[in-house]
């Protein structure tokens, strides 16, 4: 069975501290590693990750995928209360000619003043 | 900037009702999802549309839920026969193509209660 794991399932930290969130997974057909920050409702997206190795970087936040031990990071340097928010790990899912995304539980971030 | 939505934002029903949930896509795309979260659960893939019709769909979704393009425009969800259990946060995306991007855009969701 197809299955995305993140860790932790929950966080609180203080601003200024960096972040490190975990996404393990097991897919058939893989094809690309996405993380979405949802915060009240709709998930919105932050990064695409399809080559091990490769760090995306926006602002304060990076990822990497390493596609050997099927895993991901989500690195948050320097949070702030703006930060909070639970964190989605979704990975495509492509066996046919349209994928579909599996997603873990999330990570509870919560940044502190 | 363009974006999915969705209505009703929030719809409580009774057990037994038919209820049907609206997605507008963003107007260029052409990939067309639904997923559900159950409070406190995970997001759930439920089925893909292209070309009207279903690409892809999972084991939730069974006999009592159905898609639709009516239009061009609007992408719904029906579910025939509401059960207690079908009470989450229904969410529609949608994705430009399969090729050149994979990301999808997911609409704020609707909040379905069934009592």
């Known amino acids: 069975e197809d299955k995305v794991v993140q860790s932790p399932l929950s966080l609180v930290v203080h601003e200024g501290d960096t972040v490190t969130l975990n996404c393990s997974y097991e897919?058939?057909?893989?094809?690309?590693l996405l993380w979405y920050k949802q915060e009240k409702k709709a998930p919105t997206f932050l990064f695409m990750l399809?080559?091990?190795?490769i760090e995306k970087k926006s602002g304060r936040l990076s990822s990497i995928l390493d596609k050997k031990e099927l895993f991901s990071i989500l690195n948050i340097t320097a949070t702030q209360t703006g930060d909070s928010a639970v964190y989605l790990c979704?990975?495509?899912?492509?066996?046919?000619?349209?994928?579909?995304?599996?997603f873990g539980k999330g990570t509870k971030l919560s940044v502190k003043p | 900037e363009p974006e999915v939505t969705q209505t009703p934002s929030h719809q409580v029903t009774q057990m037994g009702q038919e209820v049907i949930l609206r997605c507008v896509p963003i107007?260029?795309?052409?990939?067309f999802y639904w997923y559900r979260q159950i409070l406190g659960q995970k997001v759930e893939f439920l089925v893909s549309?292209?070309?009207?019709?279903?690409?892809?769909k999972s084991e939730i979704f069974d006999d009592q839920f159905s898609v639709e393009r009516p239009d061009g425009s609007n992408f719904t969800l029906k579910i025939r026969s509401t059960k207690l259990e079908d009470s989450a946060m229904y969410f529609c995306?949608?994705?430009?193509?399969?090729?050149?991007?994979?990301?999808?855009?997911f609409g704020p969701g609707t909040r379905l209660t069934v009592l």
């Open positions: 979704a990975a495509l899912n492509y066996g046919g000619s349209q994928g579909n995304l599996i």
């Open positions: 897919v058939t057909n893989f094809r690309s």
């Open positions: 399809t080559s091990s190795g």
């Open positions: 107007s260029n795309h052409l990939y």
């Open positions: 549309f292209y070309n009207n019709e279903i690409s892809e």
């Open positions: 995306a949608s994705q430009p193509t399969a090729i050149r991007s994979n990301e999808q855009f």
